[in-house]
């Protein structure tokens, strides 16, 4: 995910339109911002911040990060800044001949990459924790349910409920 200078033709929002266009506040924005995980496009005469379609599709990807995958900011700007440092290294490479630049590049890269999938190995890990403690509550409620079942099965005159 780069940053380009956008173009005459590419539509500038202002933050309270980014903001309405992405579902966050313009404060969130701002403290993006502030954390380095974003930078407007440009900035108005009047020192507005200027948003362009990068910057927007940028603050939807934290926002599905931070939202949806439930990473914290710190995980979403090493991940955003490993996607950028690719970047570079991709244009370096193509640029080089020169073969040892190119491998430690490539090296690089693969750091790179092994670090991002160990931040979502750890995430997976986290979250089938979390499963696995719901699930162990559930059988915990039906061995509780079942020893109640048995219990009403064997007062005269009762069946159990269907369920």
């Not at 903001?19 to 993006?32: H, M």
């Not at 939202?67 to 690719?86: C, H, K, N, P, T």
């Not at 630049?101 to 490539?106: H, I, Q």
Request: charged share 35%; aromatic share 4%; no cysteine.
């Amino acid at each position: 995910m780069t940053l380009t200078t956008p173009s005459s033709t590419d539509r500038l929002l202002r933050i309270q339109e980014a903001s309405e266009e992405v579902g966050l506040t313009p404060r969130s924005i701002r403290y993006y911002e502030e954390r380095g995980l974003l930078e407007p496009a440009a900035r108005s005469e009047g020192a507005y911040r200027l948003y362009d379609a990068d910057d927007i599709e940028r603050l939807r990807f934290i926002k599905g990060l931070r939202d949806d995958a439930g990473f914290s900011l710190s995980d979403i700007g090493q991940l955003l800044e490993d996607e950028s440092a690719r970047a570079r290294i991709g244009a370096r490479f193509r640029e080089t001949t020169d073969l040892d630049e190119r491998r430690t590049l490539l090296l690089d890269g693969i750091g790179r990459i092994d670090r991002q999938v160990e931040t979502l190995r750890s995430k997976i890990e986290r979250l089938q924790g979390m499963v696995d403690a719901a699930q162990a509550r559930r059988r915990h409620l039906m061995d509780h349910l079942d020893e109640l079942d048995g219990r009403i099965a064997a007062v005269p005159g009762h069946a159990p409920t269907a369920s």
